[in-house]
């Protein structure tokens, strides 16, 4: 958000210096964006880390005195450290400090989620560990949802990855049900038109897809990884040319798939055995791969691809080096066929750059 009204700005600044706005009307448009509410703020970060602390605070000081208080005591400060936070909560949002009013529903949530912990200990009930943390994100989604909490169905995103990493830790498959939470609670980043939440679902389902690769059929299952990110950046590509109304979706959509399916490519290459005629091809498709990304990126405007392009590209390299210098490539010619690759591409974004306006290929 700041990076964005900064970058307004500037082209406000240009656009009153080449006469396409004028004075006054460079005016208005900065006090609108003055008057306008921030999403993320100093504020706001601060005031979150710190119900997070807090929350951690008292939980710790609970469970150091736990042996000394009563079960009746136990569960009355249980119940008002989660009371008094969503007590809070309501406070600081009927003042319209929703900011505040977030940071203190996450306090609460947290605290929850301590005395799910608590409980199951001082009642000596034992059970799987995993089922506490899916109940934690239960208590977390509701919070999130009815409250329209964003910070809340953050840490339920959170938990639905612990608590399938969990799962999938002590039975060594994929926990499927993973995405029925995660479907649950995109679905409330969706209703919420919350951005970043967005981006916090592509986070954790990247992950589960790439985990995929290592969980399904002894752990080389990536080719299905490569192909699941190759066809999600061609579905984000055919939906952004032919739907220009889902490019807010699809933008994010085509960088995550990229991720996908570089992780896919290069554990193809450098997880197990592989031998030289398959390790050269495998890569040369990435290296493909990654340079159509670029390419795609420059033109398209889409700095994401554009980045992730440059850092698979580098990561690839240095890969390919460690694996072949004194095997199949002498040190020297490795770095002349590298050095020749980035030169075309760099030949090639040049040329792109002369067709088009300085604005347009600024990365």
């Known amino acids: ?49 710190a119900s997070v602390l807090l929350g951690f605070a008292a939980i710790s000081f609970v469970a150091a005195h736990w042996q000394d208080m009563p079960r009746l005591s136990r569960l009355a400060l249980l119940f008002s450290l989660i009371g008094g936070g969503y007590g809070v909560a309501g406070l600081f949002a009927w003042r319209g400090q929703r900011l505040f009013s977030d940071a203190a529903i996450l306090f609460a949530v947290i605290a929850f989620g301590a005395s799910i912990a608590l409980i199951s200990q001082m009642f000596h009930i034992d059970g799987n560990p995993p089922d506490g943390v899916l109940l934690w994100m239960l208590g977390a989604i509701v919070a999130g949802v009815a409250l329209q909490s964003h910070p809340a169905l953050a840490l339920a995103m959170v938990l639905a990855a612990l608590w399938a990493g969990m799962q999938s830790g002590q039975s060594g498959a994929v926990h499927w049900p993973f995405l ?40 080389y299952r990536h080719e299905l990884v490569a192909v699941t990110g190759v066809a999600g950046t061609a579905l984000a590509i055919a939906a952004s040319k032919l739907r220009p109304d889902t490019e807010a979706i699809a933008a994010p959509v085509l960088g995550y798939a990229i991720a996908v399916a570089f992780a896919g490519m290069f554990a193809l290459q450098f997880w197990g055995f592989t031998s030289s005629g398959e390790l ?38 240095l890969a390919l080096y460690w694996k072949t210098v004194g095997t199949i490539l002498d040190t020297s010619l490795f770095f002349l066929v590298a050095g020749l690759i980035v030169a075309g591409l760099a030949f090639m974004a040049w040329r792109l750059a002369m067709r088009s306006t300085p604005q347009e290929v600024t990365l």
Do not use: C
Not at 287 to 314: D, K, N, P
């Open 1 to 49: 958000m700041w990076g964005s009204r900064k970058r307004l700005t500037d082209d406000i600044n240009r656009w009153r210096a080449a006469g396409w706005v004028t004075s006054e009307g460079e005016e208005h448009i900065l006090r609108e964006i003055a008057s306008a509410k921030r999403g993320v703020g100093l504020a706001s970060v601060l005031g979150i880390l």
């Open 280 to 317: 050269m091809f495998l890569a040369a498709v990435t290296l493909a791969f990654l340079l159509a990304a670029i390419w795609y990126g420059v033109t398209m405007q889409h700095r994401g691809a554009v980045w992730l392009g440059y850092i698979g590209f580098s990561i690839e390299i």
């Open 180 to 219: 029925v939470a995660w479907t649950a609670v995109t679905a409330a980043f969706v209703w919420q038109q919350w951005r970043p939440g967005i981006h916090i679902a592509g986070v954790a389902l990247s992950g589960f897809i790439i985990t995929l690769g290592y969980l399904l059929d002894t752990g």
